[in-house]
C-alpha cells in the first residue's frame, strides 16, 4: 500500500525526549516513501556518513512492513553555523601531515582548498555513533507514521473490497434462479437429440449406435448445467474473503489466492453458460474480481 512519512532532528535537539550526544552537528532528515507491490521491495538512499547504519534499517522496517515498494533516504545537512565554525588548531595540523604524507608519494596532487578543509574537519568533528543513534529514533518515527498512513489506506480498500464483495452475491443470487431454466433448455435438446437418435434407429441403426449416442448427449447435458457447484463454492469464498477482511492483519497473501479461486469460478460459469444472461453476469463477475484482485496483492 502506498504511505509517505518523514522526521527531522537538529543538533541540539534531543530526539524522542532522549539525551544524545554533542559530537554529531548538523540537521538529519529520513523519508520513508512505500508504494503498491506484491513483495516487500526495499531501496536506501543514504548519505556517506550514515551508510553504514543501512542494516539496522533494514531489520527495522523488514520487522514493521511484509508489502511493497519501500524507498529509504536519509541525509544530513549542515547548519550555518557550523558552516563558519573554525577547524581546531589539532585538527588543521592532522589534515596538514595527511596531505605532506600524501604529497610525498603523488607530488601531482592538488592542495586541499578551504571548502575541503572545512568538510573534513566537520566530519572529523561528527561522532557516527551520534548519527546512528539519532537515525534508529528517527525511523522508528517515521516508519510507526507510516504504517498508521497505510492503516487509514487498508481500511479505505477494505470497505472497497466488501462492497465488491455484495455485488458479486448480487450477481449470483441472480444467476440462481437461471439454472432451472437451462436445465430445461438442455432437457429438450437432449429429447431432440433422443429422438433424432431413435430415427436412426428406425433407418437401419443399429441399437447399439442409438444408446451410445443418447450417452453421449446425456454426459454432455450433465456437464453444461452443473453451474450450480460453481456458484456454490463461489459463496464459500467470498465468505472467507469477507471474514479475512473484517479479522484484519497480515491476510494479503491469502486473500491473493482466494481471489485467484473467485476467477477460477467466474470463468467455468461462463463456459458452461447456455443463456446470455448468464454469460452476461459471468462478465460482470470477472470485472468485480479483477477490480479486487488489483487492490488485494498490495494488502499485506
Same mark, same amino acid.
Given at each position: ?10 543538533? =541540539? ?37 550514515? /551508510?553504514?547504519?543501512?542494516? $539496522?534499517?533494514?531489520?527495522?522496517? #523488514?520487522? /514493521? ?9 536519509? =541525509? ?14 589539532? #585538527? ?11 604529497? !610525498? ?20 568533528? =561528527? ?13 522508528? $518515527? ?46 429438450? /435438446? ?22 451410445? /449416442?443418447?450417452?453421449?448427449?446425456? !454426459? ?70 479483477? $477490480? ?9
Amino acid at each position: 500500500m502506498t504511505g509517505y512519512a518523514s522526521a527531522q532532528h537538529s543538533s =541540539g535537539e534531543a530526539a524522542s525526549g532522549q539525551e544524545v550526544g554533542k559530537g554529531a552537528t548538523g540537521r538529519l532528515g529520513l523519508e520513508i516513501r512505500s508504494v503498491n507491490s506484491r513483495f516487500l521491495d526495499l531501496s536506501f538512499r543514504l548519505g556517506e556518513e550514515l /551508510r553504514a547504519h543501512e542494516p $539496522q534499517l533494514r531489520e527495522l522496517i #523488514t520487522g /514493521r512492513i511484509k508489502r511493497g515498494k519501500v524507498e529509504v533516504r536519509a =541525509g544530513v545537512e549542515g547548519t550555518e553555523g557550523e558552516a563558519l565554525r573554525e577547524p581546531s588548531t589539532a #585538527t588543521l595540523q592532522r589534515l596538514s601531515a595527511v596531505q605532506d604524507s600524501v604529497r !610525498t608519494w603523488m607530488p601531482d596532487a592538488p592542495a586541499l582548498s578551504v571548502a575541503e578543509i572545512l568538510r573534513l574537519a566537520a566530519a572529523e568533528s =561528527g561522532s557516527d555513533g551520534d548519527w546512528g543513534e539519532r537515525l534508529q529514533q528517527l525511523a522508528v $518515527q517515521a516508519v510507526a507514521d507510516l504504517l498508521a498512513a497505510r492503516e487509514r489506506e487498508g481500511a479505505r480498500l477494505a470497505k472497497m473490497l466488501l462492497g465488491h464483495l455484495q455485488q458479486l452475491r448480487t450477481l449470483a443470487e441472480q444467476a440462481r434462479p437461471l439454472v432451472p431454466q437451462l436445465v430445461e433448455q438442455q432437457r429438450q /435438446r437432449f429429447l431432440e437429440r433422443w429422438k433424432e437418435a431413435m430415427a436412426m434407429g428406425d433407418a437401419g441403426a443399429t441399437v447399439e449406435a442409438a444408446q451410445d /449416442r443418447a450417452l453421449t448427449e446425456a !454426459t454432455s447435458f450433465a456437464i453444461r448445467i452443473d453451474v450450480a457447484e460453481e456458484l456454490t463454492r463461489l459463496a464459500a469464498h467470498l465468505d472467507e474473503i469477507e471474514r479475512l477482511v473484517n479479522k484484519g492483519g497480515e491476510v494479503g497473501k491469502r486473500l491473493d489466492f482466494l481471489i485467484q479461486e473467485l476467477h477460477r469460478e467466474a470463468n467455468t460459469l461462463g463456459s458452461k453458460s447456455a443463456a446470455l444472461e448468464l454469460t452476461k453476469i459471468s462478465v460482470d463477475m470477472k470485472v468485480l474480481i479483477e $477490480q479486487m484482485r488489483e487492490q488485494v496483492q498490495n494488502i499485506e
